[in-house]
């Protein structure tokens, strides 16, 4: 079903960041035409029963729909999908690429028209209405676009311009995944002392949510905070030193290199 193409957006790719996107600007009500374009007809099914989007199989039809045009796939596939994009009848006001590690100058060389983009690094935790995204912008964007992007993604959390240069160092920083994967190994290292799961959880979100948001929420500097929870000689000082002690800030330190790796990698496809 073709829709007016004065506001919508498309989306290329039904996976992982659109679904959490969705979930977000539905929970925003956000009322603008959305349409997605996937390859699996399994995905569109689901997307279109989820959250009550436009589907289309066709990528030069979803393509010629698009007022806000969001390549939401991964990496490796990007380089393809544009080239596949030819010339449609219609051609989007906007561009913004989802994906990691791709920079602006590949994304203008590889499209078949005349393009101008942004690139924007939205969190998974979008689809609570709670995430941040990083948005980088092509010389030349007009303003009135560079407001409509913004605009978007605020439906969704909070919105964060930075240059192009530092947008890999964020994406390896601000990712949902560290506190994941800390819970996980909280939770896990506290049940090997006999807590059950659901205690351990409970203990260890709060001690990284809860910390966390008392730091966002007052004007208390990091490092205060810091001396405050562990006082010396006591319990959590003598926690948080074995753990850097073990080697805990250069786990970090690598994890984040190894990310960057990651991101150079993507730039070169």
Known sequence: MKVNARDTVVFLGGGRITNALLAGLRLANYNQPIVVHDHNAHKLRHLKREY???VESDLQRAVAQAHILIVAVRPDSVRELLHRIG??????AIAVSLAAGIALKNLRLWMGFPTRWARAMPSPVA?????????TFDRGLPATARREIQDFFLQVGTTLEIPESKLDAFTVTYSSSHG???????AKAAQKLGLDRKTALTAAAHALADGVLAWRESDISLDALLNEAATPGGIA??????MDQSGYKRSVN?????GMDRAKKNAKR
């Open 254 to 258: 690598l994890g984040l290199q190894a």
């Open 180 to 186: 994941y994967h800390a819970l996980a190994a909280l």
């Open 87 to 92: 010339q449609p009848h219609a051609r989007p």
């Open 237 to 242: 000082a003598a926690t948080m030193a074995k």
């Open 52 to 54: 009550d989007v436009q």
């Open 127 to 135: 689809r609570t209405g709670r995430g941040l995204t990083a948005i």
